[in-house]
Structure formats: C-alpha cells, structure tokens
C-alpha cells in the first residue's frame, strides 16, 4: 500500500470520529490544513494518533487505579479469630462505646475496651455479635454503663479512638483474654465486690481493672 493510500484512510476513519483508541479526531483539521509534503501530513496522523493512545493509556490506569482503592476500601474485616463479619453498623457502635469507656484514656486503653467487646462476641458465654454484646441486659441490668446513663449516645468519636478501633479489629490484643472492665472508683460498690469474688482479675491500666 503506497503512502499516499494510507494517509487516505486514516482521513476517512478520522472523518467518522473514530481513531485506534475511541477517540474523536476532526477530519475538518486535516481538510484545512495547507498543502504539505506527503512526510509531514504522515507525521502529523502519527503525531494525533500516539497522543491519542498516550490519553487512553492514562485514562485506562486511573481506572484501574480508582478500582483497586475502591476494592481495597470495601475489603470487609473481620472479628479476629472469627468468621464473622464488622458491619457499618457494628463499627459505628464500637467506636461509640470505646470512646464512652474511655474517653480521657489513652489508645492502649481505648484498645482495651475493643478487646473485652471482641472477646465477648467470640465466647460462647455471651452474644454472638457486637452490637449485642453491648446493648446486653441481664436480669434487666445492662452490661456496659454508658448505655444506659446517656454517655453511649452524646459522645463525639474522635479519630484517637476511631484508630483504636480500627488496630483491635485487625487483631492487637492486649487483653490476656478479658470479659469484663471495672473502673472501681466510679462503680458500685456492690459490683466491685462481685467482680473480685466471683472473677479472676488480671491486671489495671489506667484505672480499668480487667478480669475474666
């Protein structure tokens, strides 16, 4: 096929609006143009069509790019240990108890209290789920305080916490396998007295006192 027959056709793909990659090029540019030498009018078809496939080729790894992030993102976590899958909602609900546990605390702590939560929904002695392990009542007494006193409900979750969250979940532990946090000078007197009678106790960080 001469030159001259292949400049032909690229015109008259280009005059239908499709090139190589999807792209529109605009016949009417080539008709206008003045007249060249058949090298130049072939370099200037090269030229369109590499920035063309160039612009493709760019758009093609953004999308692919968007994609794995948007995968990544969406990738579900898990209740370490478990098959049970975080939800939204359960998350949302961690971090709200977390943070009304531990407010003033540090992350340890705040990790902490994740870690009792986490422990529960794997034991069989407790609800098998997160969100009720924490609204749990037995004999009409709720499990964890803020849940019943308001705290649960007007804390702001802060990012120290929502990081705390996010490290119990993909599995640091602090624990030693605790199921139960007392703070004893805030608690019922009663409560403390069960809690070292009827319990193991473990260790205290940061006025928590942790037993199982």
């Known amino acids: 096929m001469t030159l001259k027959k292949k400049i032909e056709i690229a015109a008259i793909v280009c005059s239908i609006g499709l090139c190589s990659f999807g792209q529109q090029v605009c016949a009417s540019e080539f008709m206008q143009l003045p007249k060249e030498s058949n090298d130049k009018m072939e370099h200037l078809v090269q030229t369109k069509l590499l920035k063309e496939q160039r612009d493709y080729l760019l758009q093609a790894q953004l999308v692919t790019k968007i994609n794995l992030e948007k995968q990544i993102k969406e990738r579900p976590s898990y209740i370490p240990g478990t098959n049970h899958i975080v939800t939204e909602r359960e998350r949302a609900i961690l971090e709200r108890i977390v943070e009304a546990e531990a407010t003033d605390k540090d992350q340890k702590s705040k ?34 305080s803020p849940t019943a006193d308001g705290r649960y409900d007007s804390v702001h979750v802060t990012q120290s916490t929502k990081n705390s969250v996010k490290r119990a979940l993909e599995g640091k532990d602090y624990s030693e396998g605790a199921l139960y946090f007392v703070e004893k000078t805030m608690a019922n007197p009663k409560n403390v007295s069960w809690f070292e009678s009827s319990l193991t106790r473990l260790f205290t960080y940061q006025g928590h006192s942790f037993y199982k």
């Open 111 to 144: 990790i902490l209290v994740a870690n009792v939560i986490l422990n529960r929904v794997r034991s069989k002695e407790f609800p098998n789920s997160i969100e009720k392990v924490v609204f749990q009542r037995e004999n009409g007494k709720v499990q964890f």
